[in-house]
């Protein structure tokens, strides 16, 4: 090394504690940022995965969306602008929102997308607000954490009372989204709370498996279904139902098939709640393979007994990951299925999903 190169490094050295000093004396919000994503889809008018939606049953143009790593969004003008209410909180990582049917100023949005891939990441509990979204509180990342919320349900008689559904976070392998969080492993089912979401109980009776969704008869609150649906197949995966809020569970298996099968995904027509549509999907491999269709079920009598509707496969091998029922809040006839596409059925039967 020539003496004025060694010089040159000599002083550079001497620098470094005079410029570190100088680097910690500059105010954080005063350094320059400079965005490193994610990026915006570019190809298309597209967003983000959406992970829910609520409707505010008074105000068709006040809406509620959640984002799968994008937070709650409002909008008052029926979509037309967006705002963005829960930047400040821990985790962007939405699975689940429900509206409370007696006050809808009253929100809670479940942490965690249960949706089962890679990028579907956990949660960190339950977020609510008792003012249509302008404050919110955080409650239950004890009890959730390093889970997701597939759904949540609040007693349309009683709003205090508020029903979540919780799955692993998903990856494959099995738990890659739950990035070694201390919660990852903990308790599965349905849980419970009596005092607004403050708190959190887990309900008995149900296997120690992931709950992929939720629905509560609105006519008589103690009449509850969930589909318990391990993505990888459990003999115990199923369509389940309390007639005591909770209290116990009955596995509905007439008319359902009796060999494993994974992701359930149920629904109950608000308008006849003793019809319901169930979604199950094969059970998948461990890289994700497999997970096609298995079929659409039907039962009129509060499962009780079930009808398969035969109907094309629009799950493709996606089933653990796309799986969407829900039925028109107005007429029991209308049900919509989602998958890699989206149909519906205008008269509750296989004839006319399209």
């Known amino acids: 090394m020539s003496r004025a190169l060694l010089a040159t490094v000599v002083a550079l050295l001497a620098a470094v504690p005079a410029l570190a000093q100088h680097a910690q004396s500059v105010p954080a919000d005063a350094r320059p940022w400079r965005e490193l994503g994610p990026a915006p889809i570019a ?190 197949g459990d003999a115990q995966n199923g369509v389940w139902r309390s007639l005591d809020g909770g209290e116990s569970w009955t596995r509905l298996t007439s008319g359902l098939p009796v060999s494993t099968f994974g992701r359930v995904t149920v629904a109950l027509a608000p308008s006849t709640p003793q019809r319901l549509f169930a979604l199950l999907t094969n059970p998948c491999d461990a890289s994700g393979g497999g997970a096609s269709m298995r079929g659409v079920f039907r039962s009129d009598d509060g499962g009780t007994s079930w009808s398969v509707l035969p109907n094309p496969n629009i799950q493709s091998t996606y089933g653990w990951y796309l799986s969407v029922v829900s039925v028109r809040p107005s007429n029991a006839d209308t049900v919509f299925l989602g998958g890699l596409s989206l149909v519906r059925s205008t008269t509750a039967s296989s004839s006319d999903f399209m």
């Open 43 to 232: 190809t298309g008018p597209y967003t983000g995965r959406v992970s829910a939606i609520v409707c505010d049953p008074l105000d068709a143009n006040r809406v509620f969306v959640a984002g799968a790593d994008g937070g709650v969004w409002r909008t008052l003008d029926g979509g037309t602008s967006w705002t963005a209410l829960t930047e400040a909180l821990p985790t962007s990582a939405i699975g689940a929102l429900a509206l409370d049917p007696s006050d809808a100023d009253v929100l809670f949005a479940g942490t965690g997308e249960a949706n089962f891939a890679n990028h579907s990441r956990y949660g960190l509990g339950v977020y609510r607000t008792l003012d249509g979204g302008d404050t919110w509180e955080h409650f239950g990342a004890a009890t959730f954490g390093g889970r997701c919320i597939s759904a949540l349900a609040v007693d349309p008689l009683d709003g205090n009372h508020v029903f979540a559904a919780v799955t692993r976070a998903g990856g494959f392998p099995a738990l890659a989204a739950a990035r070694g969080h201390a919660g990852a492993l903990g308790a599965l089912g349905v849980f419970r709370s009596l005092d607004r979401g403050a708190t959190w109980t887990l309900l008995p009776g149900l296997p120690d498996l992931s709950v992929t969704s939720l629905a509560l008869d609105p006519t008589d609150p103690d009449r509850l279904y969930c589909g318990v649906g391990h993505i990888f």
